[in-house]
């Protein structure tokens, strides 16, 4: 029998290019500069505008200014969620900017003109915290749709670092601004930091197909009701999605007030003065800032889940512990511990989200993340305040730390959470 040559191997397509790392990605980079001007505006606004209140009323009318935006950025929040799904976020975003941007710039010449009524002031705030509602879930949609997926823990702490130095630089140019040139100086520059975010992300690129785990066949659209219970249920019943937010929600609500109004009213408790006060809030954004750079540069972590549940366990122990430390320096020591930890929760909690997430509901998915940030965790605030104000400072935060701790036990119960992993090294398309 003559034997048959054996065939040649197929021929084997060479793999394609490696996505670049986050932080050398120059479509990465423009959306980090676009946020972060888009951030540092912020902070530039609000310091505008409490000045502004404070010229045309008086203390209380500040908080009521101040507080007003409040309201439409929790009520249309989700709604921001269904538009970004339904619109390409980039759109999204640009248009929130865009506004943002004719609304200071018109309330700078408003007051450059005469000075504003109170009125006028609380309209402004109830119109940008409509459009807030609007930028926020788009925003967050945004990182899956400009990088690969092994690159959103680096983008998570890219964007975590953003934030941290607008918070530093943005009260300062608000101030100088003002020191110069007025109030209407200090809108101006908020709204011209708002222009300066448009031109970076129209040059963005938007990666095509599908992105998240699981992504699958969009969604049959229908109306933005609809549309809004079908985000909602899509949450619920993803078995990671789920746990995450719940456990997210839980942290929020336990810690973010204990570390609020809580570490006011333990400072005043134990006179340690307003530099004390000012030493623990440097510590607890040093650790969190720490993390953010940690994610930055190391773009990935083992055993994500674990890490999840253990990071968010050593930031409630931490917490109840401030309550505890006779002497300032220890509470210092311990806010750094806190904010480190509560940074590598906030930071896997978000990465892991936005890599399971389908691209279809992933503006509605962030949209119920924030929700309970910025619109349920205030909640707790005046129920704090009054506890600590009957029972003092240290049952109320070990209290507030054991309900956060809740989180742990429902990332722990979940073993889908638990064998939870950061997205590893893709290879693009060619």
């Given at each position: 029998m003559t034997t048959l040559p054996a065939a040649p191997p197929e021929p084997v397509a060479p793999p394609g290019p490696v996505a670049p790392?986050?932080?050398?990605?120059?479509?990465?980079?423009?959306?980090?500069?676009?946020?972060?001007?888009?951030l540092i505006g912020d902070s530039v606004y609000f310091v505008a505008l409490g000045w502004s209140a404070q010229k045309a009323a008086g203390p209380a009318e500040v908080g009521l200014v101040m507080a007003a935006g409040a309201l439409p950025r929790a009520l249309l929040m989700l709604g921001g969620g269904v538009l970004a799904d339904?619109?390409?976020?980039?759109?999204?975003?640009?248009?929130s900017d865009a506004?943002?941007?004719?609304?200071?710039?018109?309330?700078?010449a408003a007051i450059a003109l005469t000075a504003p009524a109170l009125w006028v002031l609380v309209?402004?705030?109830?119109?940008?915290?409509?459009?807030d509602a609007l930028f926020i879930p788009a925003?967050?949609?945004?990182?899956?749709?400009?990088?690969?997926s092994d690159q959103l823990a680096r983008v998570t702490g890219m964007r975590a670092l953003s934030m941290r130095l607008s918070q530093i630089v943005g009260p300062p140019i608000g101030g100088l601004a003002m020191g110069f040139a007025g109030v209407?100086?200090?809108?101006?520059?908020?709204?011209?930091?708002?222009?300066?975010?448009?031109?970076?992300?129209?040059?963005?690129?938007?990666?095509?197909?599908?992105?998240?785990?699981?992504?699958?066949?969009?969604?049959?659209?229908?109306?933005?009701w609809k549309e809004l219970l079908d985000g909602l249920r899509y949450v619920r019943r993803h078995r990671l999605i789920g746990p995450l937010v719940a456990a997210g929600a839980l942290c929020e609500l336990g810690l973010t007030s204990t570390l609020g109004v809580g570490m006011v009213l333990l400072n005043a408790e134990r006179g340690w003065g307003p530099s004390g006060y000012g030493w623990i809030v440097s510590g607890f954004g040093a650790g969190a800032a720490t993390s953010a750079a940690l994610f930055a540069t190391a773009g990935r972590l083992p055993r994500a889940g674990l890490m999840l549940a253990g990071s968010l366990f050593a930031g409630c122990a931490g917490a109840a512990a401030i309550a505890l430390v006779p002497t300032l320096w220890t509470a210092v020591v311990l806010a750094a511990g806190v904010g480190l930890a509560a940074g590598v929760f906030g930071s896997l909690d978000s990465t892991l989200v936005q890599a399971a997430a389908d691209p279809a509901y992933l503006g509605r998915v962030t949209s119920v993340v924030m929700l309970t940030m910025v619109g349920l965790?205030?909640?707790?605030?005046?129920?704090?305040?009054?506890?600590?104000?009957a029972w003092g400072a240290a049952p109320v935060f070990i209290g507030c730390a054991t309900f956060a701790c809740l989180g742990v036990v429902i990332a722990l119960s979940s073993e889908t959470l638990r064998r939870a992993e950061l997205p590893g090294r893709s290879r693009d398309a060619p």
């Amino acid at each position: 029998m003559t034997t048959l040559p054996a065939a040649p191997p197929e021929p084997v397509a060479p793999p394609g290019p490696v996505a670049p790392p986050a932080h050398r990605d120059g479509n990465v980079l423009r959306w980090l500069a676009a946020y972060t001007a888009s951030l540092i505006g912020d902070s530039v606004y609000f310091v505008a505008l409490g000045w502004s209140a404070q010229k045309a009323a008086g203390p209380a009318e500040v908080g009521l200014v101040m507080a007003a935006g409040a309201l439409p950025r929790a009520l249309l929040m989700l709604g921001g969620g269904v538009l970004a799904d339904r619109l390409d976020p980039r759109r999204v975003v640009l248009g929130s900017d865009a506004l943002r941007c004719l609304l200071v710039l018109a309330v700078a010449a408003a007051i450059a003109l005469t000075a504003p009524a109170l009125w006028v002031l609380v309209v402004v705030a109830l119109v940008f915290g409509a459009v807030d509602a609007l930028f926020i879930p788009a925003v967050g949609a945004l990182p899956p749709r400009i990088t690969s997926s092994d690159q959103l823990a680096r983008v998570t702490g890219m964007r975590a670092l953003s934030m941290r130095l607008s918070q530093i630089v943005g009260p300062p140019i608000g101030g100088l601004a003002m020191g110069f040139a007025g109030v209407a100086a200090a809108f101006t520059v908020a709204g011209l930091l708002f222009a300066l975010s448009l031109p970076l992300l129209l040059a963005l690129r938007m990666r095509t197909g599908p992105t998240g785990a699981g992504a699958g066949q969009p969604p049959t659209p229908g109306t933005a009701w609809k549309e809004l219970l079908d985000g909602l249920r899509y949450v619920r019943r993803h078995r990671l999605i789920g746990p995450l937010v719940a456990a997210g929600a839980l942290c929020e609500l336990g810690l973010t007030s204990t570390l609020g109004v809580g570490m006011v009213l333990l400072n005043a408790e134990r006179g340690w003065g307003p530099s004390g006060y000012g030493w623990i809030v440097s510590g607890f954004g040093a650790g969190a800032a720490t993390s953010a750079a940690l994610f930055a540069t190391a773009g990935r972590l083992p055993r994500a889940g674990l890490m999840l549940a253990g990071s968010l366990f050593a930031g409630c122990a931490g917490a109840a512990a401030i309550a505890l430390v006779p002497t300032l320096w220890t509470a210092v020591v311990l806010a750094a511990g806190v904010g480190l930890a509560a940074g590598v929760f906030g930071s896997l909690d978000s990465t892991l989200v936005q890599a399971a997430a389908d691209p279809a509901y992933l503006g509605r998915v962030t949209s119920v993340v924030m929700l309970t940030m910025v619109g349920l965790a205030p909640l707790s605030y005046p129920v704090v305040g009054a506890a600590i104000g009957a029972w003092g400072a240290a049952p109320v935060f070990i209290g507030c730390a054991t309900f956060a701790c809740l989180g742990v036990v429902i990332a722990l119960s979940s073993e889908t959470l638990r064998r939870a992993e950061l997205p590893g090294r893709s290879r693009d398309a060619p």
